[in-house]
């Protein structure tokens, strides 16, 4: 079982920054990929970032030149910087772990409004 605790999410006005963190604890292996999903309301879960292990990110492209993914694999832990915030970035974001199976964090909200 793995574990993951997010922080770091809350109310910002258009064009400002918020960074994420997400730990990892539990049945942890050197080889994995962590990294951030999102839903807004009434819209499905969607890819926002992630980085394996070895150094490999994948943004969505929605999200690329705007937020930057990265971790420290000695803490177990990933982060999202975002800056340029839009109104449409408004949603839960979800932190995942993956390596054999998925683990999701319980989500944290970002709301962009001014």
């Known amino acids: 079982q793995v574990q993951l605790v997010e922080s770091g999410g809350g109310l910002v006005q258009p064009g400002g920054s918020l960074r994420l963190s997400c730990t990892a604890s539990?049945?942890?292996?050197?080889?994995?990929?962590m990294g951030w999903y999102r839903q807004a309301p009434g819209k499905g879960r969607e890819l926002v970032a992630t980085?394996?292990?070895?150094?490999?990110?994948n943004y969505a492209d929605s999200v690329k030149g705007r937020f930057t993914i990265s971790r420290d694999n000695a803490k177990n832990t990933v982060y999202l910087q975002m800056n340029s915030l839009k109104p449409e970035d408004t949603a839960v974001y979800y932190c995942?772990?993956?390596?054999?199976?998925?683990?999701w964090g319980q989500g944290t909200q970002v709301t962009v409004s001014s």
């Open positions: 995942i772990y993956r390596n054999t199976l998925d683990y």
């Open positions: 539990g049945s942890i292996f050197t080889i994995n990929t």
């Open positions: 980085l394996t292990s070895f150094g490999f990110t």
